[in-house]
């Protein structure tokens, strides 16, 4: 038996790797653990059947004999507790890796993904050029404090661990936006992240799936 996740059938971001399967594909492949991927179309996503997976109706969720889970972080807590590789023996050090997958989703990603939606959303919108530099003014100020913080270190503590893991996926989701580029300590964050071999292979899947090179299910 080999774990089940799902994604989108046709991702938004046309195959860029900001869906959050690719952070679940990652983990996987960082402990080496094959999966296999249920492609939903949105439709399907918010259906009874995908509901009683995800109770809001989104991906990825994991499936894994009688566990079901939603929710990228929970999903990449759960591999790395069970897999060597994405978190230190070191109690402490284990700790504060899971104290880092926190901050990157509760208190990094949430300024992005606020400035993005309004992009999405509001452009048309008579508050947007208000809103806009207040969104943005909030990204740029967790960048700021999270480039103090990396230094010029490889990663955010210690060695490679599933902290950083989420964070350069929660970074990478200001692709195109210029923001990233005021930091070049961050800009070589994700791009160490982004060449490690696990994440290539995560990426290269879900763009398969994009590109419809994807081998079938089954
Ligand atoms: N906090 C959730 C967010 C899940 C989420 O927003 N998923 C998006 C794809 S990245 C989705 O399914 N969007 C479609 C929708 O909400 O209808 C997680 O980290 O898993």
Redesign the pocket.
């Given at each position: 038996m080999i774990p089940t996740i799902t994604a989108?059938e046709r991702s938004p971001d046309r195959g860029r790797g900001l869906?959050?399967d690719m952070r679940v594909r990652w983990a996987l492949e960082e402990v080496g653990q094959p999966y296999a991927v249920r492609l939903l179309s949105?439709e399907a996503?918010k259906q009874p059947a995908h509901r009683a997976l995800h109770p809001?109706?989104?991906?990825?969720t994991y499936e894994d004999g009688d566990l079901v889970l939603?929710?990228?972080?929970a999903i990449v807590l759960h591999i790395a507790e069970r897999h060597a590789g994405l978190l230190p023996e070191d109690a402490n050090a284990r700790a504060r890796a899971i104290a880092w997958m926190f901050a990157a989703?509760n208190t990094v990603e949430p300024p992005i993904v606020d400035r993005g939606i309004a992009a999405l959303l509001e452009r048309d919108k008579p508050w947007y050029a208000e809103r806009a530099p207040m969104l943005e003014a909030r990204v740029r100020g967790r960048l700021d404090e999270l480039s103090s913080r990396l230094g010029d270190a490889d990663w955010l503590d210690g060695g490679f661990s599933a902290g950083d893991l989420l964070m350069v996926t929660v970074l990478r989701r200001l692709d195109g936006s210029g923001l990233l580029e005021e930091h070049p300590n961050l800009c070589a964050y994700v791009a160490r992240g982004e060449a490690r071999p696990a994440y290539r292979r995560a990426f290269e899947a879900q763009l398969a799936v994009f590109t419809g090179s994807a081998p079938p299910p089954g």
């Amino acid at each position: 038996m080999i774990p089940t996740i799902t994604a989108f059938e046709r991702s938004p971001d046309r195959g860029r790797g900001l869906a959050r399967d690719m952070r679940v594909r990652w983990a996987l492949e960082e402990v080496g653990q094959p999966y296999a991927v249920r492609l939903l179309s949105f439709e399907a996503m918010k259906q009874p059947a995908h509901r009683a997976l995800h109770p809001f109706g989104q991906i990825p969720t994991y499936e894994d004999g009688d566990l079901v889970l939603f929710e990228s972080g929970a999903i990449v807590l759960h591999i790395a507790e069970r897999h060597a590789g994405l978190l230190p023996e070191d109690a402490n050090a284990r700790a504060r890796a899971i104290a880092w997958m926190f901050a990157a989703l509760n208190t990094v990603e949430p300024p992005i993904v606020d400035r993005g939606i309004a992009a999405l959303l509001e452009r048309d919108k008579p508050w947007y050029a208000e809103r806009a530099p207040m969104l943005e003014a909030r990204v740029r100020g967790r960048l700021d404090e999270l480039s103090s913080r990396l230094g010029d270190a490889d990663w955010l503590d210690g060695g490679f661990s599933a902290g950083d893991l989420l964070m350069v996926t929660v970074l990478r989701r200001l692709d195109g936006s210029g923001l990233l580029e005021e930091h070049p300590n961050l800009c070589a964050y994700v791009a160490r992240g982004e060449a490690r071999p696990a994440y290539r292979r995560a990426f290269e899947a879900q763009l398969a799936v994009f590109t419809g090179s994807a081998p079938p299910p089954g």
